[in-house]
């Protein structure tokens, strides 16, 4: 019988092919908002991330509402692996069922959090906190020269035409609405004052996105309105002509929370990608780039940083005033239906 003698080409050739698919980089794709705070996610947590795993992290950019509505329809099929959502869409999407326990098992740094930023429900955690955050009143120092003090001031005549707030299509949007029973009466049974002021307001936008209300700052199209603390301090920082102050009547505050996807394909290298946030260093990192309050125990930031977070130089989470999202969320439908009936609709 003749020998047969393979070609070391060949051979060479079908080991790779073969191996292919081991040799591509493992990737997964996280959801996170845009601009500045996308930018502070991939410069804090994914490259560092991508650094010690050899993991890479594709953005899935877009709000919370967004992020939540592909999560539904995905649901058969996910594309995203983690996500990060604000409060309030947290709720939602934990009652969608479209998000995944987290586990000390698989999540060991969630050891470090601050109890307000594990949120439990039907005896699992189905979010975890990475940085709280306020709504406060943001202004155009050269245009506004007597620092506004109340929520009220947005109906000032000075600013007709020149006001922006958040839409319900925002995240803060609904809150904000509830929140305004401070400012006007009444109260979840009854937003009817606060309906009539809204109508009333002579807005130059109605912001669905963090990124479009500071757009309308920069571009001068506002000159006084709603905005995070995250977004005003980063224009500040930025030698921007903008103020930001809390008004009497106070602003409230939430976070920015990760999720770990119902059904992804990667969960292991989601829920290291999740832990990978959960760490000072990440957490710290965080603070400096968008002012958000630390999640996490014993984190210290320079006293440059620590007076533009949400509570303060001295204070801590237990300053803000959070939401009971749940009792919000019931309220939900029927406060975007008013909107659109009322105040989207005369625009």
């Not at 073969?18 to 980089?25: E, V």
């Not at 698989?106 to 307000?116: K, T, Y």
């Not at 620590?306 to 005033?321: E, Y």
Request: with cysteine; hydrophobic share 45%.
């Amino acid at each position: 019988m003749a020998s047969c003698r393979l070609n070391p080409a060949l051979v060479a050739a079908v080991v790779l092919a073969a191996a292919g698919p081991a040799l591509a980089q493992q990737r997964i794709t996280v959801a996170w908002y845009g601009g500045n705070w996308g930018d502070a996610f991939k410069a804090c947590v994914a490259d560092p991330f991508t650094k010690a795993t050899g993991i890479a992290v594709v953005p899935e950019v877009g709000t919370s509402t967004t992020t939540l509505s592909k999560l539904q329809q995905q649901r058969a099929a996910p594309k995203i692996d983690v996500a990060w959502m604000d409060g309030g869409i947290s709720e939602l999407a934990h009652a969608a069922g479209v998000v995944e326990s987290i586990t000390p098992a698989g999540v060991p740094n969630m050891a470090n959090l601050l109890p307000q930023a594990v949120y439990r429900a039907d005896g699992v955690t189905y979010a975890v906190g990475t940085g709280f955050y306020s709504l406060g009143l943001t202004y155009n120092t050269q245009k506004v020269k007597v620092a506004p003090t109340s929520w009220r001031d947005l109906w000032s005549a000075d600013y007709k035409g020149a006001v922006t707030v958040p839409s319900p299509s925002n995240s803060s949007g609904v809150p904000f609405i509830v929140f305004l029973t401070k400012v006007w009466g009444g109260d979840l049974k009854d937003l009817g004052p606060v309906f009539r002021q809204l109508k009333a307001l002579d807005a130059a936008l109605f912001f669905d996105s963090s990124g479009a209300a500071t757009n309308a700052f920069q571009s001068g199209e506002a000159v006084i309105g709603a905005h995070f603390n995250v977004g005003a301090w980063d224009l500040i920082d930025k030698g921007a002509p903008i103020g930001f102050v809390v008004p009497k009547e106070g602003a409230w505050a939430t976070d920015a929370r990760l999720h770990l996807v119902k059904g992804t394909p990667q969960r292991a290298a989601a829920e290291k990608f999740i832990d990978a946030a959960l760490t000072p260093q990440a957490a710290g990192c965080l603070a400096e780039k968008l002012y958000v309050g630390p999640a996490l125990r014993d984190v210290k930031v320079p006293d440059s940083v620590a007076r533009k977070l949400p509570w303060g130089v001295n204070g801590s989470v237990a300053n803000l005033a959070l939401f009971d999202w749940n009792v919000v969320n019931a309220q939900r439908p029927q406060i975007t239906d008013t909107w659109n009936r009322e105040v989207a609709r005369k625009r």
